[in-house]
């Protein structure tokens, strides 16, 4: 890393946390990744990444297009193996657990494209994240042969469906929905899985304003629970939610700290806007 | 639950009417033929249909159900339920047998993955094992009677397949409405989606892949309880096109579409091959409509027609 902004100590006396609590809290690192890299056929995508995540903390990751912030989650969620150094969740080393074991153990994410499934309807959609995470899923033989819309799934179904304003469209077809319920619901349903870590990746894309003002409150009201990792590119509302900011710039990790005092130094400027960007920056 | 029960009731009048419509038509024989290949093609519907795993070597499995029912029957006992079961564990065992080797694929490599080991199994038959299976010119299997079970008369044979179809149809029904069912047609659409659900996708396709042989085994050996004999033809790989034809003509990921297609696919064949010599050619004829003039299979049309619910009337 060329150029530590803040350390996470000043970040906590930033927001007001005594020291003794920020040194107790180093040691609650949720995540932690040591010289993270992956190298496909020659090209660095993620060169030697040293990041870590306190627990209930949230970080935003910004970089220009390329930079490996997409397939940093990628790596943190398993789908490649680095091709070295190691990835530890509540100190345990998953360097090497497949996608759907972190998932079980509470990373979840969501994708820069929306990712749910057309083909169902939108209550089939949650009623699968659900059963995974639910206090009340189907016993063994009840998941073959069980009537998938019993009353109790169901109603959980719809309680979390709610609280996104979707309730109304539950029965609907998820190819009918507008990109931005499809939005809602790909977070409905990372929601609805009991998440420890939660990585959002880009969840304003393709949205409209009204939308955008939308997830952003749905991303506020519900961040208490849990850690959460963001990748957006509109740094207006990114750092309205994150409590730190990283910057990610071919495949390094360049920079870290308070979002507005990230945003001032100098080799983010370059990197983010090029050299002359003329924009008066205060912190 | 009554709504459920009522539903159920109505599968089973519409099934059971449709195959005693067909009776008159084909006679017995061939109808107790359309019976047992709607089995075989719902069991391949599950792998294609629903979880988007087309296999080129599904004879595979149903020529193995057909050589077990024999073997059995001539060399343990002739029984013809205990031999059924046996055909039945080596459908279930050849699934978990191999299962994890093809599941692993997707796409082409999983079609000739399967159609790999169906020329292996196709040769074993023929050539290799023929000391045991009869070779080119198969061999008989004789059951005994069995209470009123006498599996030498045309209506016990119809009647007892007739049942089986019933059953495997509300089984799979019940399977695929199950929160499993929404997790392989899930599967289809999104593999990589559904790891990040937390679920252990290899597992549900390889469960997927056992049933799939399952049934077609199954099949296999219904097979052979009516025709009272087994040859190679059973086993023959270039045979898989059939299923895969009477899948796209009914519907794929359709349980009624299925058996529209089973049995569409066996009256246009029975009934041209009469009048026709080269009848295979209308056959491509009839999926070149279907592929531009029906993309979801004549099923898949009617229900789009009269905009009839998947969690409605019938699935």
Redesign the interface.
Known sequence: MHIQVKTIYHHCLHLGINKIRCIAMKENHILETKGVTINFNGLVAVDNVDFKLLEGESVGIIGPNGAGKTTFFNLI?G?FPPTKGKIFFYGKDITNN???KR??MGI??T?QLV??????SVL?NL???I???SNIP?SKD???????HKEDLKNLCLSSLSTLGLEQKAYLMTSELSYGDKRKLEIA?ALS?NPKMLLLDEPFAGLSDQEIIEVSKIIKEFKKGFSMVIIEHKISRIVELVERLCVMHEGRLIAEGIPNQVLCDPLVREVYWGKEDGLVCSV | MIAQLRKNILDLIIITAGFFAVLPIFGINRATDFIIFCIFVLGFNLLYGYMGRLSFGHMLYLGIGAYTITLFAEHVSKNPFLALIASILAGALIGVIIGPIVVRTTGACFALINLAFNQVGYFLALVALSRWTGGEDGMSAYFNKIALFDFGKKPVIFGFCLFSLLFTFFILKRLLSSPYGILIKSIKENEIRVKFLGYNTFKYKWIAFIISTTISSFAGALSILNYGYVTPSFIDPTRAVEVIFATLIGGAGSLYGALIGGVLYMAISNYLASYLSRWEMFLGFALLIIVFRFRKGVWGYVKDKFAIKAHGMVR
Not at chain 1, 142 to 148: C, G, L, R, S, V
């Open positions: 969620t789908f497949p996608p759907h998932a079980r979840i994410r994708f990712s749910v499934f057309d083909s169902l089939d009623l699968l994240s059963i995974n995470s189907p009840n998941f073959y042969f069980a009537e998938a349903v899985m």
